[in-house]
């Protein structure tokens, strides 16, 4: 038990400081932990972690149970000193095993993502490469976009200068308008003037027949 303990933590250690530095093994040992957290690794893992737990309570307990028992006896007996180092280094070893497997994952799990931050910062570089490299075909949609520019202006300003002149035209021909609409009262108001005064003359001599045909009734008799 003890040894196993020993060279399951001797490893964790070696695959710590493996990762740690930038070496040909760091690639191969992200590539290996990426497999063992797929599928089934995980749940072998948190088993196997769960298991080292539930025995290093145990230990802990017999520890806390042979100490209690010193302290009822008043004496160390030799057998219960020896079952208590036994414990006590098995308790640290799994202990130990435990903290570097975590530090082993959260190693792997930065590493995992510094190297997916570096490829992206690696395409986003290309691709601003790519944009330098394409300057002169740039520069020509530009210089011809500007053209364009200039010449939709350009119309801009005719049509400008055309709709100013249509709304003087328009201006002047509403005056003119106005004025024909006034002229056309005035003339109105003139016939209406002139058709009363027919109206007047046809009165008077409407009158003017009557004296004068009574005039000469009155002759005849």
Known sequence: M??????????????????????????LLIMSLDRAKRGRGPVVVKTVAATVCVVMASSVYSMMKIQKRWIDEGTV???????????????????????????????????????????SMEAIKKQGLGFNGGKPGN????????????????????LESELEAKTKEANGEESGAVALRQQSEGFLLEFNRLLEENQELRNQLNSLDHKLSRTSIKKGT
Do not use: C, W
């Open 2 to 27: 003890q040894q196993l303990l020993f060279a399951v933590v001797l490893s964790e250690v070696a695959v710590i400081m493996a990762l740690s530095f930038k070496t040909p093994i760091r690639k």
């Open 77 to 119: 007996n030799p057998t219960d000193e020896v079952l208590m180092k036994k414990n006590l280094l098995e308790s640290t070893l799994m202990g130990g095993f435990l903290f570097l497997g975590l530090m082993t994952d959260r190693l792997h799990h930065y590493m995992r993502e510094l190297r997916v931050r570096r490829k």
């Open 139 to 158: 520069s020509d949609e530009i210089k011809g976009m500007e053209e364009q520019i200039r010449t939709l202006q350009e119309i801009q300003k005719q």
